[in-house]
């Protein structure tokens, strides 16, 4: 099984060992827990494997408040594409050039530790189009005038007022 699924049953039976101080109550909600996940498919070898590392009497090591650390990580952070979904790219080549600074003395005392990467969502289409919703009659106090200048149209094309008049020429 995969690491992950290792970790969630050991996360799991530890969770039992630390909210129960009986070890009765501890080993029945294990087995619970153990009949269900075999009921979903999982083997009974795969399952004592990741379970069998929780031991009941190592409750208190799972009582003990770890000390938190105070550092802020160094993130990485850039756009998700998918040409580089599940490859982990950058992360691989910060890896494979870390030598170069850790290396250097002054780099070194910067940086200690390798960066996090971190993904932000790329540009889509939908960020790029222009909003379809027009102001609505009310709130839009412009006129045919404030958006035609009669000194940038040509001399050939007629203005406004020109068609204006040529119309009630024509009702006449």
Known sequence: MP??????????????????NNYETFLEKKDFFMEKLSTRGYSEAELLKAGS???????H???EE???SREIPLVFKTKYTPHCAGKHIGKKAIQKHWNIISNNQKLKITFPKPPMIAYSRAENLRDSLVKAKLPSPEEDDHTYEDFVRYEDTPSSSPTLQQLQELETESTM
Not at 6 to 20: I, K, L, P, Q, T
Not at 53 to 59: G, K, Q, T, V
């Open 53 to 59: 590392s929780i031991n009941f009497e190592d409750r």
């Open 61 to 63: 090591l799972f009582l």
């Open 66 to 68: 770890k000390p938190k």
């Open 3 to 20: 690491p992950v699924f290792d970790g969630f049953v050991c996360a799991e039976v530890m969770r039992y060992a630390r909210n129960n």
